[in-house]
């Protein structure tokens, strides 16, 4: 038993304080955009559960908000790292629930001491926050071989660094990691909440290398959800893995045993990709060619073969020119898993901007997050392919990259982790 106080219990005890101070932290807007396809208020706002054999995070119905941070630990000690991870757990487990960190949260504790809180979420509902954790691949192994913490044997072959593509142009300040966090919920202050109190938690083992704040979920990972667009306005997520999609989930997005990493198993593999989108020049692009970049009608999302969104792609399909209308350099062919040896992604992306560039653009994109079960035969191929060919090229450029292991789920009493470190 911990003497963790509730948020949301404090804000029953105040009568009509829900409501209200789910309005006052943004809470209708954010309503406004996902409550058709989640439901009613008090689901939009309640918790996902923390336990389970898979992390929360990866199939749960894509939230609206997403704060993400990159760790690099600061520690050599093996023994501390555990206990930093132990903490992080504990953590996690209560604020996913909707209470605060630590034993005596932000107010309870001795005036003498910084608070186990830092209290911007205090009065806010769990907003289904979930977080996901991750390990590089410097976490196992330096860039010179060495054992940081007696784990490199044991480090995926699943997890091998990610090859250069063509046009990549990665700022290294902006990529890697030894451990990734994604922390997604429907209220944005409940997700920084989350990550600045792991940061804090952490001090003197291990520091943020880089974060990235995402509005407007770019994916839809439950067919219960509605598809939402991204910044260049078309719908994305619509033939995304989705959790209803059981067989395709098993083969597709889960570790197994068998795959080599017995740890892993029931885990998976995280890309994530800060893609800039050159949206000034996207603005000025016709109608006509942007629907034939993507191989989509822009208002329905239907591919130019069909009708309805959900209609199948036919790329056999040509038009009076005999070209196919759905043409061969556009982004959707080239990713379809017809044209990948039949790899799928979950793709779990979200819109990000992050002010201007001082040349009168806006620095803005799409920061890119896939889970999968394998990154050397899924999004290898996928992005080889349209690194090469995508005519969406011309519009956008992959900024940052990283790669992360994701660890099976964690029942009461067990750490992020334990299946690696036990
Ligand atoms: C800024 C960059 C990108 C934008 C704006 C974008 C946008 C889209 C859109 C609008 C769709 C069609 C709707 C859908 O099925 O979701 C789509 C499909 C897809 N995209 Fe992207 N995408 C981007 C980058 C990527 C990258 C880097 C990958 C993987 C390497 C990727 C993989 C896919 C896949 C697998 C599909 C589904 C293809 C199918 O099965 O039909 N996308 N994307």
Same mark, same amino acid.
């Given at each position: 038993?911990?003497? /963790?106080?509730?948020?949301?219990?404090?804000? #029953?005890?105040?009568?009509?304080?829900?409501?209200?101070?789910?309005?006052?932290?943004?809470?209708?807007?954010?309503?406004?955009?996902?409550?058709?396809?989640?439901?009613?208020?008090?689901?939009?706002?309640? =918790?996902?559960?923390?336990?389970?054999?898979?992390?929360?995070?990866?199939?749960? =119905?894509?939230?609206?908000?997403?704060?993400?941070?990159? &760790?690099?630990?600061? /520690?050599?000690? !093996?023994?501390?790292?555990?206990?930093?991870?132990?903490?992080?757990?504990?953590?996690?487990?209560?604020?996913?629930?909707?209470?605060? %960190?630590?034993?005596?949260?932000?107010?309870?504790?001795?005036?003498?001491?910084?608070?186990?809180?830092?209290?911007?979420?205090?009065?806010?509902?769990?907003?289904?926050?979930?977080?996901?954790?991750?390990?590089?691949?410097?976490?196992?192994?330096?860039?010179?071989?060495?054992? $940081? &913490?007696?784990?490199?044997?044991? !480090?995926?072959?699943?997890?091998?660094?990610?090859?250069?593509?063509?046009?990549?142009?990665?700022?290294?300040?902006?990529?890697?990691?030894?451990?990734?966090?994604?922390?997604?919920?429907?209220? =944005?202050?409940?997700?920084?909440? %989350?990550?600045?109190?792991?940061?804090?938690?952490?001090?003197?083992?291990?520091?943020? !290398?880089?974060?990235?704040?995402? &509005?407007?979920? /770019?994916?839809?990972?439950?067919?219960?959800?509605?598809?939402?667009?991204?910044?260049?306005?078309?719908?994305?997520?619509?033939?995304?893995?989705?959790?209803?999609?059981?067989?395709?989930?098993?083969?597709?997005?889960?570790?197994?045993?068998?795959?080599?990493?017995?740890?892993?198993?029931?885990?998976?593999?995280?890309?994530?990709?800060?893609?800039?989108?050159?949206?000034?020049?996207?603005?000025? /692009?016709?109608?006509?060619?942007?629907?034939?970049? &993507?191989? $989509?009608?822009?208002?329905?999302? %239907?591919?130019?073969?069909?009708?309805?969104? $959900?209609?199948?792609?036919?790329?056999?399909?040509?038009?009076?020119?005999?070209?196919?209308?759905?043409?061969?350099?556009?982004?959707?062919?080239?990713?379809?898993?017809?044209?990948? %040896?039949?790899?799928?992604?979950?793709?779990?992306?979200?819109?990000?901007?992050?002010?201007?560039?001082?040349?009168?653009?806006?620095?803005?994109?799409?920061?890119?997050?896939?889970?999968?079960?394998?990154?050397?035969? #899924?999004?290898?191929?996928? #992005? !080889?392919?349209?690194?090469?060919?995508?005519?969406?090229?011309?519009?956008?450029?992959?900024?940052?990259?990283?790669?992360?292991?994701?660890?099976?789920?964690?029942? =009461?009493?067990?750490?992020?982790?334990?299946?690696?470190?036990?």
């Amino acid at each position: 038993m911990t003497g /963790t106080l509730n948020r949301r219990r404090l804000l #029953q005890v105040g009568g009509a304080g829900f409501a209200v101070a789910a309005v006052g932290a943004g809470g209708a807007a954010v309503a406004h955009s996902v409550a058709d396809e989640q439901g009613t208020d008090s689901a939009l706002h309640g =918790p996902v559960p923390f336990h389970g054999e898979h992390q929360a995070g990866i199939t749960t =119905p894509a939230q609206d908000r997403l704060h993400f941070a990159a &760790f690099d630990v600061t /520690t050599s000690s !093996r023994d501390d790292l555990i206990a930093l991870l132990k903490e992080w757990t504990a953590a996690a487990a209560q604020m996913t629930q909707g209470k605060e %960190a630590g034993q005596t949260g932000a107010t309870g504790g001795s005036t003498e001491a910084p608070p186990d809180d830092t209290g911007e979420a205090l009065e806010l509902p769990p907003s289904q926050l979930t977080i996901t954790i991750g390990f590089g691949p410097s976490l196992f192994t330096t860039a010179d071989g060495k054992d $940081r &913490f007696g784990i490199a044997a044991k !480090r995926p072959a699943a997890l091998a660094d990610l090859p250069h593509f063509p046009a990549d142009d990665l700022d290294p300040a902006r990529s890697g990691g030894d451990i990734g966090i994604q922390a997604c919920a429907n209220d =944005p202050q409940v997700a920084v909440h %989350a990550i600045r109190n792991l940061a804090r938690i952490a001090f003197g083992r291990a520091e943020i !290398r880089w974060s990235q704040l995402g &509005f407007g979920r /770019t994916s839809s990972t439950s067919v219960a959800q509605s598809t939402p667009r991204n910044l260049l306005g078309f719908k994305d997520g619509t033939r995304n893995l989705k959790l209803e999609d059981t067989a395709l989930l098993d083969s597709q997005l889960w570790a197994h045993s068998a795959d080599g990493a017995g740890w892993m198993a029931g885990g998976s593999y995280l890309v994530a990709r800060r893609i800039r989108m050159s949206i000034e020049i996207w603005d000025r /692009t016709s109608l006509g060619e942007q629907e034939t970049i &993507f191989g $989509r009608a822009k208002k329905t999302g %239907a591919p130019l073969t069909g009708e309805k969104e $959900r209609d199948e792609p036919d790329f056999s399909i040509a038009g009076a020119d005999g070209q196919p209308l759905i043409a061969e350099d556009s982004h959707v062919r080239l990713a379809h898993p017809d044209h990948n %040896a039949g790899a799928h992604l979950l793709r779990r992306g979200y819109n990000f901007v992050d002010g201007s560039d001082g040349l009168g653009r806006l620095d803005a994109g799409l920061f890119f997050l896939a889970y999968q079960r394998d990154p050397r035969s #899924q999004f290898v191929p996928v #992005q !080889r392919n349209l690194a090469k060919h995508d005519r969406l090229n011309e519009y956008i450029k992959h900024v940052s990259s990283a790669l992360f292991a994701c660890p099976p789920g964690v029942q =009461p009493g067990q750490y992020w982790g334990h299946t690696l470190f036990g």
